[in-house]
């Protein structure tokens, strides 16, 4: 299924969760940089992503489990996560999705098959692989979808892990999310790195007999044209599969510590990025992943400007409540550290 | 003398031992965390960026090339990090590093540093905070090193790569920060196993490391107030452990509070207080106190991860109580 045949309205509701993943990881920011007592570490968050963890969960059904890392707070939302209990999360209110306890690393959400949440590099894909396996073994039609980005594949755990799902040919999705692709490579190219030996990050798994897949993570249509058919695949016993998901770092996402260069997006940055600060604007003109579909989308006449930035307000207006909303929701007490340690 | 951070003590040390043995190479160069500053930090890399290597983020692979390297002539000091990521370098810390001089009924030694930030941080919620000092304790054959001051992580950290055999160097994120004396025209150098008796006192023994010496200080302070006369002892070292400067105190005071920043069961705590139960029974006056982690893991919100930290106030209220 090509990615290009979604319909208008599902790429209208594709752009809503991107703008909100957007207009929502600018409230964290800004929450961690105007507060000193909200968010007291380091954080990551998936601007310059969204196209990635949205396409990809437009392939999963509700019963569907996603396992994410400590960029997971997009994929969460991605998934159909709501952003009030995503953000009061991430400052540890008890509102949040795991009531404060896990923070900005460890967002979990059962009801939307996101389990346990690991800040640990590789952590993820080991348990990812588990819950396939137990989906093969329980035989239901289920999937189990892992992101993680490029830097697992230097860890140890990934290979173990790669090497298992394959010999068990497990209903594994593998999305490895490349956020250090210059705009030309996201297509084609290779991936030279003083940290990863192998030319292609595709290589490890096609050398483990997975069948490996590159896409345009800046491009949703792609994402969500080769997931849903990987999707369907993977339920027919045909996983596991390993895809590299390629984009372009946010100018923003600089080490430990991210900065909203310029401000929160503006959507005449989108139309014209000449007006935005010079830092970005190379960025949102090849790599932005929300400005490209927004300009795609007027292009070809099936969105106006007004129209896009309807949505744009309705994402801004509901990320400021969630703000709101996790502002006035109540800290966890000093004793309830202790609760929650057996069950 | 001069007053500087104990990151920038840190960085001295470590710029000596490199300079003072040409076999010393460095393994990642992240000592200074998140918040290194990199005037200070930055001269690793111009003084020695030869002898230093980037590893990928492959805890369990470069710890064993340390492992390797350090059987075969080099002394390597290993950055992980934060103390939680040394778990995914288990085997190799656990299962070859400390086994390697014994195994070989001394054929070989392993003269490999693993350093590591550890301990609770502020908002490192379940896989940042972890201080992983009693695991390590319970690996026969690793020597710990437990610095609080500037100058005791200058002068043990020389001496953890002097060392032949593989040490734990066990920092805490909230050290990094705080200023101390230390002396530069000196060498500064601190054996291993010599504790030191941070202030004197009389009444109450407070057996700290790390960062709970300051907190055993500032509590002594404010017993001192009480008209509680309180000794700090900081052990530096956990392997080898100065039993004898920590009994020399107990017998004085015949009070004890063990301050420590692990979980209670099996922690830091437990074993000193076990030994000053086992060797220095008739000294004591009143049962010992562990003021530690309680057994759980370390949540992220700051009233929930306060309730876990032993704090000063947690070590006067111990003392309190063995006092009156
Ligand atoms: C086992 C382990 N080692 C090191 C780290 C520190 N760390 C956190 S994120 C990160 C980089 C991860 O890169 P990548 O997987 O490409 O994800 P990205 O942040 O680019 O999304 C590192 C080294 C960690 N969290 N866990
Ligand atoms: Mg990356």
């Known amino acids: ?73 997009g994929h969460v939302i991605a998934r159909g996560g709501e952003p009030s209990p995503v953000i009061a999360e991430i400052i540890g209110r008890t509102t949040g999705y795991n009531k404060g306890r896990g923070g900005t690393f460890h967002v979990i959400a059962k009801h939307l098959g996101v389990l346990q949440t690991s800040a640990i590099v590789g952590g993820c894909v080991p348990m990812a ?54 705009p030309e490579g996201r297509r084609q190219g290779e991936y030279p790195s003083s940290s990863f030996a192998a030319t292609q990050l595709a290589d490890v798994a ?68 000449g007006t935005a600060d010079a830092r970005l604007q190379d960025w949102l003109t090849n790599s932005d992943p929300v400005s490209l579909l927004c300009r795609s989308l007027v292009e070809e006449g099936a969105m106006t400007r007004e129209e896009v930035e309807e949505i744009d307000a309705a994402t801004r207006k509901e990320a400021e409540e969630a703000r709101e909303f996790a502002l006035s929701s109540p800290t966890p007490s000093p004793e309830s550290a202790m609760d929650y340690i057996f069950a | 003398m001069r007053e500087m951070t104990y990151s920038e003590a840190m960085a001295i040390g470590i710029l000596e031992a490199l300079a003072e043995d040409e076999t010393v190479v460095l393994m990642g160069a992240g000592f200074g965390g998140l918040h290194g500053d990199p005037a200070v930090w930055g001269q690793l890399r111009e003084k020695f960026g030869d002898r230093i290597t980037n590893p990928p983020i492959a805890e369990l692979g470069y710890c064993g090339i340390a492992v390797g390297a350090a059987l075969t002539g080099l002394r390597p000091i290993v950055a992980i990090g934060t103390g939680s990521f040394s778990f995914e370098a288990f085997p190799q810390i656990a299962n070859e590093a400390p086994q390697a001089y014994y195994g070989s009924r001394g054929q070989v030694t392993c003269p490999v540093v693993f350093h590591m930030r550890a301990g609770i941080r502020g908002a490192g919620a379940l896989q940042h905070s972890t201080a992983p000092q009693a695991m390590y304790w319970n690996t026969p054959g690793l020597e710990i090193c437990v610095p ?125 207080a076990a030994t000053i139960a086992e060797e220095g029974f008739d000294s004591l006056r009143a049962p010992i106190k562990r003021v530690a982690i309680p057994n759980v893991p370390i949540p992220y919100h700051q009233s929930e991860e306060d309730y876990v930290t032993p704090t000063a106030q947690r070590i006067v209220e111990a003392a309190q109580v063995i006092c009156s």
């Open chain 2, 148 to 272: 609080g001051s500037p100058a005791d992580v200058r002068g043990l950290i020389k001496a953890a790569v002097r060392s032949d055999n593989p040490t734990i160097f066990i920092d805490h994120e909230r050290l990094h920060p705080l200023m101390g004396e230390v002396d530069e025209t000196s060498s500064g150098d601190i054996p291993l196993g010599v504790a030191d008796v941070k202030r004197e006192g009389s009444d109450v023994t407070i057996v700290a490391t790390s960062i709970m010496v300051h907190r055993a200080l500032e509590a002594a302070e404010s017993l001192a107030d009480q008209g509680v006369s309180a000794e700090v002892v900081d052990p530096r070292t956990l392997v080898p452990l100065d039993k004898d400067a920590i009994l020399r105190s107990v017998a004085k005071t015949g009070r004890v509070v063990v301050a420590d920043e692990t979980q209670k069961s099996c922690g830091v705590a437990s074993e000193i």
């Open chain 1, 129 to 182: 692989a588990g819950a396939a396996f137990s989906i093969k073994k329980r035989g239901t039609d289920q999937v189990s979808l892992v992101f993680f980005g490029d830097g697992v594949l230097e860890e140890g755990a990934f290979h173990e892990a790669l090497n298992m799902s394959s010999l068990w040919k497990l209903p594994l999705i593998m999305m490895c999310e490349n956020n250090s692709v210059l």
């Open chain 1, 1 to 73: 299924m090509a990615g290009s045949e979604l319909s208008v309205d599902t790429l209208k509701s594709a752009l809503h969760r991107m703008m909100l993943i957007r207009r929502a990881e600018e409230q964290v920011i800004d929450l961690a940089t105007s507060f000193d007592d909200l968010i007291r570490g380091h954080y990551h968050v998936y601007i310059g992503q969204e196209a990635s963890g949205v396409g990809a969960c437009m392939a999963l059904g509700p019963d569907d489990y996603m396992f994410t890392t400590h960029r997971n707070h």
């Open chain 1, 206 to 273: 096609k050398a483990m007999n997975v069948e490996t897949h590159v896409v345009d993570g800046g491009d949703v249509r792609e994402v969500a044209g080769l997931l849903t058919e990987l999707a369907h695949r993977t339920r027919a016993g045909e996983g596991p599969f390993f895809i590299e998901s390629r984009m372009t770092r946010w100018p923003g996402n600089r080490g430990s510590f991210p900065e909203l260069i310029g401000g929160p997006h503006q959507m005449d940055w989108t139309w014209d990025p």
